[in-house]
Every structure is written in C-alpha cells, then in structure tokens.
C-alpha cells in the first residue's frame, strides 16, 4: 500500500523560509507529476506547485519566484522550497502524486506564518 509521508512544516515569521518534503513508502511506479497543493481555513483547496517527470514546473501567480518545487525520482520524493512566506501563504499543504491509473495524497502538514 502507497503512502505519501509529508514533513517540513510549522510555524515561521513573515519574511522566513520553510522546505516541505514528501516522499513515498510502498512500491509505486511511472509517476507522471508531484505536486503541492493548499487549503485555508474556509477556502478551497489550491494548486501551488506541480512538477512532471520531464522536470517542467507549474506555479500558482501568488508564489511566482518565491517557491520551488523539485523532485527525486530515484527516491520518489517531492519537495516545495518556500521563501519570503507571507501571512496569506498559512494553510494546511498537502502532497500529491499521480501514475497513470493512480492518485495519492498526503495527510497534510500545516504551515502557519505569523505576521
């Protein structure tokens, strides 16, 4: 059974850094894209960052130059390098990989910045 492991968030003043990181356990195979995805109390959960297996990246417009999403394919890990967090940037993250028959999510690690 394949489970997507998250660490890496917490609490951070404005202005400062956090690196997620997710990484799968179990045997999965021909992962097409890794992403991260967002959701804010009462809001809708959101696309930050998608990266594929040929290594082309999606942002959302809000972390444009701010975030960077990379992957290690020979360890089926994802990472979200988050700089210049904001207060708007608080949310509960979640990881997300996808095969060609298969969808895995997270269970989520809360990034709250503080103003």
């Known amino acids: 059974q394949v489970q997507l492991v998250e660490s890496g968030g917490g609490l951070v003043q404005a202005g400062g850094s956090l690196r997620l990181s997710c990484a799968a356990s179990?045997?999965?195979?021909?992962?097409?894209?890794m992403g991260w995805y967002r959701q804010a109390p009462g809001k809708q959960r959101e696309l930050v960052a998608a990266?594929?297996?040929?290594?082309?990246?999606n942002y959302a417009d809000s972390v444009k130059g701010r975030f960077t999403i990379s992957r290690d394919n020979a360890k089926n890990t994802v990472y979200l390098q988050m700089n210049s967090l904001k207060p708007e940037d608080t949310a509960v993250y979640y990881c997300?990989?996808?095969?060609?028959?298969?969808?895995?999510w997270g269970q989520g690690t809360q990034v709250t910045v503080s103003s």
């Open positions: 997300n990989f996808r095969t060609t028959s298969e969808e895995y």
């Open positions: 179990g045997s999965i195979f021909s992962i097409n894209a």
């Open positions: 990266i594929t297996s040929g290594g082309s990246t």
